[in-house]
Nanobody, 114 residues
């Protein structure tokens, strides 16, 4: 059974940091491109960052220089380090595994507010 379980969300002040984790099971993690998406209230889900099987990365312009995606194939986990957080980063963050088809996690809430 495929599972993607996100954790690490919460409430943080502007300028703060959070590290999201996504623990995967039920499939061969190292062979999947992993990505983080987010969805703010009233908005469409958008790609935040992705990391390929060769650890190549790509980021949305809005988070470049602030967020870092990484993966640990030994732990079947993908991370999203988020620094210099802004109120507009507030959203539910989702993990996705892709290899032609895809799997989604259930999401974790990130709220940036003073």
């Amino acid at each position: 059974q495929v599972q993607l379980v996100e954790s690490g969300g919460g409430l943080v002040q502007p300028g703060g940091s959070l590290r999201l984790s996504c623990a995967a099971s039920g499939f061969t993690f190292s062979t999947y491109t992993m990505s983080w998406y987010r969805q703010a209230p009233g908005k469409e889900r958008e790609l935040v960052a992705l990391i390929t099987t060769a650890s190549g990365t790509n980021y949305a312009d809005s988070v470049k220089g602030r967020f870092t995606i990484s993966r640990d194939n030994a732990k079947n986990t993908v991370y999203l380090q988020m620094n210099s957080l802004k109120p507009e980063d507030t959203a539910v963050y989702y993990c996705r595994a892709t290899r032609g088809y895809w799997y989604w996690g259930q999401g974790t809430q990130v709220t940036v507010s003073s």
